[in-house]
């Protein structure tokens, strides 16, 4: 079993949707949880911690379950410029393990 | 002003030749990490340097080897190529000391091909 484990994906929605992906990581002793996104080609780049009382970046809301081992991030309102793949991050002391992503395409 | 660079963004080498890759950072984190990632999958790590310490992956072939000589630099030695080694290089760094986050810096990525 992957030690992070996200929807597999491709989310195709029109502009102006909410769509939400969700995120479950195995090892209960992971400390700190991310949203990255990457586009096509390019780095990953951080999007977003997560935390448990759950927060918010202006249409982004990350929420965290430790209980469950839940990690989800909703997008409202989505634009154009949000299609990319998603990606949830656990770390673990050092080292952070990545989900293999979600790819959101956001059509006109 | 860029925080992590890698050089070159591009390398083509030959099956077997052995190619460094380069990492530098001016964030002064005391953690360095090298991934690769191949098309549609996750980064994928292979080993990190906390400080001078260096922590190889279990399943990180010996083909692959990393060396720090000071805080700003690592580098990535591929000794012996082979065509399932075409991927994307990711460098990151991390800074773990009190009060900073655990979040990774990135940097570009160097995209190895291999003929």
């Known amino acids: 079993r992957k030690e992070v484990e996200q929807d597999p994906g491709p989310f195709n929605v029109p502009e102006g949707a909410t769509v939400a992906f969700n995120c479950t990581y195995s090892n209960s002793a992971s400390q700190s949880f991310f949203w990255y996104r990457q586009d096509c080609r390019k780095e990953p780049k951080l999007l977003m911690s997560v935390y448990s009382s759950g927060n918010e970046d202006g249409r982004f809301t990350a929420q965290l379950n430790r209980a469950s081992q839940y990690i989800s991030l909703l997008i409202r309102d989505s634009k154009l410029s949000d299609s990319a793949t998603y990606l949830c991050v656990v770390n673990r002391a050092v080292v952070m393990r990545f989900g293999a992503g979600t790819r959101l395409t956001v059509k006109p | 002003d860029a925080m992590v660079i890698q050089n070159p963004r591009y390398q083509v080498t030959q099956f077997g030749k052995p190619v460094t890759l380069s990492c530098s950072q001016t964030l002064n984190h005391n953690v360095m990490y090298w991934y690769q990632q191949k098309s549609s999958q996750a980064p994928k790590l292979l080993f990190h340097?906390?400080?001078?310490?260096?922590?190889n992956e279990a399943d990180t072939p010996d083909n692959f080897q990393s060396r720090r000589p000071n805080t700003s630099f690592c580098f990535l030695d591929i000794r012996s190529p082979g065509l399932g080694d075409a991927a994307m290089y990711l460098c990151?760094?991390?800074?773990?000391?009190?009060?900073?986050?655990?979040?990774?810096?990135f940097g570009p990525g160097t995209r190895l091909t291999v003929t």
């Open positions: 990151a760094t991390s800074s773990l000391d009190e009060g900073q986050g655990y979040e990774q810096y």
């Open positions: 340097y906390y400080d001078k310490d260096f922590n």
